[in-house]
């Protein structure tokens, strides 16, 4: 895959998360593109986001209240709202990420640097901050891809359907790069 541009788009969806806002946008502020949704706060937290946009041109926010909310149709359509930003004429790997969740410095580079365009997904180490307990995340990082889709109302799941080839379905960063408060 020679001259492969590597780009990468964080989605997120956000209700009442204004504690978290600025450091949120401050780790991200790398990626490509940023897409948030706001899915009906009452703290103030759209406003201020919409309030980032002028700096961060790569930011689009989105206030969005679903009838029968649902975190699968949320993320599902804040990775609508993405994808309509995004070109397919590049590689793109899609993050999601909840507002309390934030890349390593340099994870964005990190991630650029490591993910070679061809796996559908990427697992991540990730810390919670409070306690220190480490797991490896797999429904965060993804290729930008149509057969990609979130399921199930709470506990949500990433899944490809079809399946892509068992042969380049993962990719993993080993080292920490998602921190968790």
Known sequence: MENL???????????NEGAHISRWLEAHKSADKIVIVDTGSTDNSF??????????PNLVVEQHIFEEFRFDTAKNYAMSKLKE???TDDMWLFGC??????????????LK????????KVKINATTIDSGFNCVSENKFHKRADYV???????????????????AFCSTVTSQCILHT
């Open 5 to 15: 541009v590597i780009k990468i788009g964080i989605y997120a969806i956000c209700k």
């Open 47 to 56: 406003n201020t986001l919409k309030s980032f946009e002028t700096m961060l």
């Open 85 to 87: 930003f995004t070109n």
């Open 97 to 110: 990420l909840d507002l309390d969740e934030f890349l390593c410095d340099g994870g964005i580079t990190l």
């Open 113 to 120: 640097d490591l993910w070679n365009g061809t796996s559908d």
């Open 149 to 167: 889709r979130w399921i199930n109302p709470v506990h949500e799941t990433l899944i490809f359907s079809p399946p892509p080839s068992p042969v």
